[in-house]
């Protein structure tokens, strides 16, 4: 069984950055992709960033990308998913999740999934 317990939402101007944390358990299984994914009120839930725990793959969504940049520490117990450039549009709980297996940006392939973090983008 993965756990998963993001931290580090919070309120922020346009233009700014933040930096969320996903604390995974069970680390220790490198055959595993984690991904950030967020769900805005009245709006489906949209993949951000995935990473595979075993190596360098990355993959972005279209709305993020040249602006979000996940990466994981050393032993791939924490994954990390640091936000530039942010916009209002940006607001949306932001949720962790893991897969045994490959990496992809549909939440519908994710069996283990966090509690969230709010992030709220607004001047």
């Known amino acids: 069984q993965v756990q998963l317990v993001e931290s580090g939402g919070g309120s922020v101007q346009p233009g700014g950055t933040l930096r969320l944390s996903c604390v995974v358990s069970?680390?220790?299984?490198?055959?595993?992709?984690i991904a950030w994914f967020r769900r805005a009120p009245g709006k489906k839930r949209e993949g951000v960033a995935t990473?595979?725990?075993?190596?360098?793959?990355?993959l972005y969504g279209d709305s993020v990308k040249g602006r979000f940049t996940i990466s994981r520490d050393v032993v791939g117990s924490t994954v990390f998913l640091l936000m530039s450039s942010l916009k209002p549009e940006d607001t949306a709980m932001y949720y962790c999740?893991?897969?045994?297996?490959?990496?992809?940006?549909?939440?519908?392939?994710?069996?283990?999934w966090g509690q969230g973090t709010q992030v709220t983008v607004s001047s």
């Open positions: 990473i595979w725990t075993g190596g360098d793959y990355r």
């Open positions: 069970e680390y220790t299984n490198d055959n595993k992709c």
């Open positions: 999740a893991a897969r045994i297996g490959g990496c992809f940006l549909e939440d519908s392939l994710f069996e283990y």
